[in-house]
């Protein structure tokens, strides 16, 4: 199935913005909207989940519509965490958390529209029921898991090394 115009966009800005995240994560240990690579993921992933809401492969609102929408609300949340409450460094828990948690929930329906339509001749999955999209979707699970230890624990010895306002 081809691409439409808007799905090709969608797909640009979509690459762009997992792109910026792995370069935060790599950079910083989390989205950081404080650097360029935290904002173009920001922007990216609300165009990106923005656009979603005109797509539809079977028609009508599916599942991949919600997704947007709690990426969305996720996003904003964490957004308003690192704007609003820049001087609360037990915020930067939940703020942490939440733009790592969109970056997993915007790579559930990439792996899947990925692997049930690459390569074109014939894609790895025949649909998203196909066992090597649950063992994907597992293995990033268990990185996402990997990260937010990882994230609370560097986010500890922060905070014990930063004096409390």
Known sequence: M??????IFHTTIGVIAIGAALTSFVKFAKINLA??????YLYG???TSLTALGISR????????AFSLLIIIVVAIASFLFYK??????VRYFENFLFSFSLF????????????RIPIAQPLAKDITDPVIAKSL?????????????QVVR?????RNTPSR
């Open 155 to 159: 986010q500890r010895k922060i905070n």
């Open 138 to 150: 597992l293995g990033i699970f268990i990185v996402f898991l990997g990260i937010t230890v990882y």
């Open 45 to 47: 992933t609300l165009i």
């Open 58 to 65: 079977h028609g009508g609102f599916n599942p991949g519509h």
């Open 105 to 116: 929930l915007s790579l559930i329906p990439t792996v899947n529209e990925t692997l049930t």
């Open 85 to 90: 409450r820049s001087g609360n460094n037990s």
């Open 2 to 7: 081809a691409l439409s115009n808007l799905g």
């Open 35 to 40: 650097a360029r690579s935290g904002k173009i």
